[in-house]
Nanobody, 126 residues
Framework: QVQLVESGGGLVQAGGSLRLSCAAS????????MGWFRQAPGKEREFVAA????????RYVDSVKGRFTISRDNAKSTVYLQMNSLNAEDTAVYYC???????????????????WGQGTQVTVSS
């Protein structure tokens, strides 16, 4: 079992940046591939980014490529999502998730992830 707690969300103007963090506790963090998902009001949950156990492979949804960067620090049991050039379409609740399977490339499907955080709100004002 692993517990995930996101932080770093908030209100930012369009064009601004935020860095989300997801701190894990419980089982060994380095055993899990990690993903970020988001859900906007009235929309289905959407894959954003994922990273393998070692951090050697990452994957992004097309709409955030070149703007968002996922990274992890296994020594700190934390995964990050650096978000730059934010726009109103990025407004959503952002969730981190953990997948015990070290899929290559990491999965974009929410059902593949066993554990989820409670989410952090990101609001981008235009």
């Amino acid at each position: 079992q692993v517990q995930l707690v996101e932080s770093g969300g908030g209100l930012v103007q369009a064009g601004g940046s935020l860095r989300l963090s997801c701190a894990a506790s419980g089982r060994t963090f380095s055993l899990y591939a990690m993903g970020w998902f988001r859900q906007a009001p009235g929309k289905e949950r959407e894959f954003v980014a994922a990273i393998t156990r070692s951090g050697g492979t990452t994957r992004y949804v097309d709409s955030v490529k070149g703007r968002f960067t996922i990274s992890r620090d296994n020594a700190k049991s934390t995964v990050y999502l650096q978000m730059n050039s934010l726009n109103a379409e990025d407004t959503a609740v952002y969730y981190c998730a953990a997948d015990i399977q070290n899929r290559l490339p990491p999965s974009t499907v929410g059902a593949a992830y066993e554990y989820w955080g409670q989410g952090t709100q990101v609001t981008v004002s235009s």
